[in-house]
């Protein structure tokens, strides 16, 4: 697996700290069409996938 900037994206990491964060929300939002974060969720094993879907409430790329 490509190491993909997502893994330890600053914005990501303010939607863990605080999801409803101005930076937080925004990221969220973000990742519905990055294509950065598409590459880096689809190269992922399924467990990690689904473990991701659940956390962050994401239903693309199914």
């Known amino acids: 697996m490509a190491n993909y900037a997502c ?3 600053k914005f990501r ?3 863990d700290q605080n999801p409803k964060s101005l930076l937080g929300r925004f990221w ?3 990742i519905n069409f ?3 974060w ?3 969720f689809t190269s992922l094993p399924d ?3 689904a473990e991701l879907r659940e956390k962050y409430k994401f239903v693309k790329y199914q």
């Open 13 to 15: 990491a303010k939607y």
């Open 7 to 9: 893994e330890n994206c």
């Open 34 to 36: 990055c294509p950065g």
């Open 28 to 30: 969220r939002w973000h």
């Open 47 to 49: 467990e990690k996938k």
């Open 38 to 40: 598409k590459a880096y």
